[in-house]
């Protein structure tokens, strides 16, 4: 069931509820994306719960951020906003986009680099990488895994655009933990969402299966990518 998601609306009507043709996207229309992998191919983690993740966890963000993007938009026009950082509608917004988008972004970068199967030789580069930075590819599979345990939310191998070099951040929410300017090649959900329908309060063994899952190939193609850039 690659490229489908017969339990969400289609992204044509979708934008035809908005009265917008398909072609034009509004800036508050957050893209529902589908998985890029088949359900069912995964080691460890099953369709049931890969299912729940994608159509109804990552689907609630994506709805979320437009309703948000909608409220934050009819606010700025109604004329009638107040910046009031101890309470107020627009702060609560600005809190709550946050969370909603970074939930769908960070989604969407876990969800690419699965359905692999764990081979690190067809990423030459990041290998390489991975060998610069921690001595070894086991080192670094095993210190990130260390950090993966220590997340309560999120743990990304991202290019840090400053540094100029990969780096490893850990989040305990979607809109905590992350640096800005760092773009997320490896990540890592750690959420109890992520594994205990299939391993329970086994968190270790969830992160054991994500190396075997992982699709190294794409997260070359993101490195190869991202580290052209610098600032």
């Given at each position: 069931?690659?490229?489908?998601?017969?339990?969400?609306?289609?992204?044509?009507?979708?934008?035809?509820?908005?009265?917008?043709?398909?072609?034009?996207?509004?800036?508050?229309?957050?893209?529902?994306?589908?998985?890029?992998?088949?359900?069912?191919?995964?080691?460890g983690?099953?369709?049931?719960?890969?299912?729940?993740?994608?159509?109804?966890?990552?689907?609630?963000?994506?709805?979320?951020?437009?309703?948000?993007?909608?409220?934050?938009?009819?606010?700025?026009?109604?004329?009638?906003?107040?910046?009031?950082?101890?309470?107020?509608?627009?702060?609560?917004?600005?809190?709550?986009?946050?969370?909603?988008?970074?939930?769908?972004?960070?989604?969407?970068?876990?969800?690419?680099?699965?359905?692999?199967?764990?081979?690190?030789?067809?990423?030459?580069?990041?290998?390489?990488?991975?060998?610069?930075?921690?001595?070894?590819?086991?080192?670094?599979?095993?210190w990130f895994?260390?950090?993966?345990?220590?997340?309560?939310?999120?743990?990304?191998?991202?290019?840090?655009?400053?540094?100029?070099?990969?780096?490893?951040?850990?989040?305990?929410?979607?809109n905590?933990?992350?640096?800005?300017?760092?773009?997320?090649?490896?990540?890592?959900?750690?959420?109890?969402?992520?594994?205990?329908?299939?391993?329970?309060?086994?968190?270790?063994?969830?992160?054991?299966?994500?190396?075997?899952?992982?699709?190294?190939?794409?997260?070359?193609?993101?490195?190869?990518k991202?580290?052209q850039?610098?600032?």
């Open positions: 069931m690659t490229g489908s998601c017969p339990s969400l609306p289609h992204r044509c009507s979708k934008l035809r509820a908005y009265g917008v043709p398909s072609r034009v996207t509004p800036l508050y229309m957050t893209e529902l994306k589908p998985l890029p992998f088949k359900l069912g191919s995964l080691k983690i099953s369709e049931k719960a890969m299912l729940i993740h994608h159509d109804k966890l990552y689907a609630g963000y994506v709805k979320k951020s437009d309703e948000i993007g909608e409220k934050l938009i009819a606010l700025r026009k109604s004329d009638n906003y107040e910046g009031n950082a101890t309470f107020s509608e627009l702060r609560a917004l600005k809190d709550a986009e946050t969370f909603a988008i970074n939930g769908v972004y960070l989604h969407e970068w876990y969800f690419d680099v699965l359905g692999g199967d764990g081979v690190a030789d067809k990423a030459p580069q990041l290998s390489k990488a991975f060998i610069e930075k921690w001595g070894s590819i086991e080192d670094g599979i095993k895994s260390a950090c993966a345990m220590a997340a309560r939310g999120w743990s990304i191998l991202a290019w840090d655009l400053k540094a100029g070099r990969l780096k490893h951040y850990n989040g305990d929410s979607h905590q933990g992350g640096v800005w300017g760092s773009i997320p090649v490896i990540t890592l959900d750690c959420f109890e969402h992520a594994y205990f329908i299939d391993y329970g309060s086994d968190k270790k063994k969830y992160i054991e299966d994500f190396w075997k899952n992982l699709d190294w190939v794409k997260a070359e193609e993101l490195y190869l991202v580290s850039l610098s600032i």
